[in-house]
């Protein structure tokens, strides 16, 4: 046995120790929880008069830990970046095209499905405050529109990195981090909101999360819509 293949082997298990370490630990801490416990509810409960909301859910992911929100959206910023830097193909500019299929079907249903989309996404935003819905779900309905349209070939995948689709991008974690550093500096805690602005700022990051979202899925999509297909290319008897 070579000592290249000893190295694999020793990697691969210090990878499946770790894992099955991490596993049983998540294991052990489910199952010490008490089958009555009600965990942090009353917590929850009593702090949300100051939290600017009135669903506990988005009070918890957008002021009680917010930062675990603000870690999720820069991981996925990560991911968009990491997937930027696999492309070496030439930066193209975004632009919009007529449906690939001249089907009026086609036409009519896109023309009546993106902007109810667009509609939904955005009542999403609203109602979090009071109800189930939020960036997320938002985000994720603007990226199946993207997706729409870059399927349909109305937007030629992959498209640009441009400034506009850069800032869409960045803008729902810069602006949570620059509330983040805000809070810091003028309250001493991180995401402590004023109780006064609390709504109104939950409101403007979630407006921006969820275009970020979007986005994100859009361009991680049409990165692999956008990569040709090189076995259609190869001659049958070519083909593994």
């Known amino acids: 046995m070579t000592a290249g293949v000893v190295r694999m082997w020793l990697r691969h298990g210090i990878v499946i120790v770790a894992l099955a370490s991490l596993s049983f630990a ?6 010490t929880i008490r089958p009555d416990s009600r965990g942090l509810t009353g917590d929850v409960t009593r702090a949300m008069p100051s939290s600017g ?16 929100t603000l870690l999720e959206i820069g991981v996925l910023l990560v991911a968009v970046i990491a997937v930027w830097s696999l492309d070496q193909t030439p930066r193209r500019r975004f632009q919009w095209h007529p449906p690939a299929h ?10 009546m499905l993106i902007p109810v989309m667009v509609l939904v996404a955005g009542y999403m935003v609203w109602v979090g405050a009071y109800r189930p819905g939020g960036a997320f779900q938002s985000g994720a309905i603007l990226g199946a529109a993207a997706v729409t349209l870059i399927s349909s070939g109305m937007i030629v995948a992959p498209f640009a ?16 981090m620059a509330v ?8 001493g805690r991180l995401l402590w909101y004023p109780i006064e602005w609390s709504g109104s700022l939950i409101l ?5 999360l969820s275009l970020s ?3 994100s899925l859009a361009v991680l999509f049409a990165a692999v819509a956008g990569v040709p297909d090189t076995d259609s290319d190869q001659p049958e008897g070519t083909r593994s």
């Open 161 to 176: 990195r441009n400034r506009g689709v850069r800032v869409l991008l960045a803008s729902g974690f810069m602006f949570f």
């Open 102 to 111: 001249s089907n009026p079907v086609l036409r009519v249903g896109l023309g």
């Open 213 to 215: 979202i979007g986005i």
């Open 204 to 208: 403007m990051i979630e407006t921006l």
């Open 180 to 187: 983040a550093s805000a809070t810091v500096v003028f309250k």
């Open 53 to 68: 909301v009135l669903h506990p859910l988005t009070a918890v992911l957008l002021n009680f830990r917010g930062y675990d």
């Open 26 to 31: 998540l294991i052990v801490a489910v199952l």
